[in-house]
């Protein structure tokens, strides 16, 4: 065996893992994808997690989440958004 990898070498396979788990979890247009293995999502967690990265809740914008989640609903006509009739 030849020593340790360079750190170019190691920031390579970082992205390689990161898109590949990315793209099992992601549709191209950015949706999440339907149905995920488990095992990936499990290896997604661990893979954040070992590189520290979290969601602190108390910097989460739920309103922000909400609002993109809104965004792509249809929008109908309801009948709580007319005038009542005496």
Known sequence: ????ASPEVLEALHNAVAKALT???VNPDGTL???????VLTAA???LKD???????LNA???KALDEAAAGLPVTDSPY????EP
């Open 1 to 4: 065996m030849e020593g340790k």
């Open 23 to 25: 793209d099992k979890i």
């Open 33 to 39: 994808r339907d149905k995920v293995d488990p095992r």
């Open 45 to 47: 967690i661990k893979f």
């Open 51 to 57: 590189n520290n990265v979290e969601q602190n809740p």
């Open 61 to 63: 914008n739920p309103r």
């Open 81 to 84: 958004d007319q005038e009542s």
